[in-house]
């Protein structure tokens, strides 16, 4: 089945600085890839995702990019702001191994004002 | 248009007893996924439902765990006899019968085991 990693675990910048995190999976047949952010006690919010037909996304400050032949993908928030603070967690779907979703272990991102 | 209910928001049950969880998916989306959040861990797959059918249930352990998506009425996560590795988020997620990768998620179910 799919394996997706991701890195760092926690990641702390200050505000105004760019942050970046980084994912990898095994399966060449997954085809969505999401990124959720969950804050402390909240569920699971989608703040952007890309398909395998497209190597880049933008909106705003938050643009995500994927490489499918080193099959990685990455999200890249500039500009952070205090709010920004919370667990971003990157995610896989591959069709060929069933509808559901396989998570990163997650990056706890730290915006220090 | 409400977005993915669940109920309760938290349950406790102590070691032994049946946990029952709820899961309304949006209005139009006949898929429904749960997933189980460790506390301080990612998010794992459960199970995936259609109306009246498991499609798959790789991720959900053999025993004491079921699942239901009747063709009226919420999904439903039944664990019987608890044990205190139980506790966790259990989250709901839903998707429209289109296709589309996106997926919905509810609030979450925090289940404590005494």
């Known amino acids: 089945g799919e394996n997706v990693e991701q890195h760092p675990s926690t990641l702390s910048v200050q505000e105004g600085d760019s942050a970046v995190i980084k994912c990898t999976y095994s399966?060449?047949?997954?085809?969505?890839f999401p990124w959720y952010k969950q804050e402390l006690g909240k569920r699971p919010q989608l703040i952007i995702d890309?398909?395998?037909?497209?190597g880049e996304k933008k909106d705003q400050r938050i643009a995500v990019t994927l490489n499918k032949t080193a099959k990685h993908f990455s999200l890249h928030i500039t500009e952070t702001q205090p709010e920004d603070s919370a667990v971003y967690f990157c995610?896989?779907?591959?069709?060929?191994?069933?509808?559901?979703?396989?998570f990163g272990g997650g990056t706890r991102l730290m915006v220090k004002p | 248009n409400a977005g993915v209910m669940q109920n309760p928001r938290h349950l406790v049950r102590r070691r032994g007893q049946e946990a029952r969880l709820r899961c309304s998916p949006m209005?139009?989306?006949?898929?429904v996924y749960w997933y189980r959040q460790l506390p301080e861990e990612g998010l794992k797959f459960m199970v995936y439902?259609?109306?009246?059918?498991?499609?798959?249930e790789s991720g959900m352990p053999k025993e004491r765990f079921s699942a239901e998506f009747p063709k009226e009425g919420p999904s439903i996560l039944r664990i019987q006899q608890v044990v205190r590795g139980d506790s966790a988020a259990y989250f709901c997620?839903?998707?429209?019968?289109?296709?589309?990768?996106?997926?919905?998620f509810g609030p979450g179910t925090r289940l404590t085991v005494l």
């Open positions: 997620a839903s998707s429209p019968a289109t296709g589309d990768n996106e997926q919905f």
């Open positions: 399966d060449s047949a997954s085809n969505y």
């Open positions: 890309i398909r395998s037909n497209v």
């Open positions: 995610a896989a779907i591959s069709v060929a191994g069933g509808n559901m979703l396989t």
């Open positions: 209005k139009g989306h006949s898929h």
């Open positions: 439902l259609q109306k009246e059918n498991i499609i798959d």
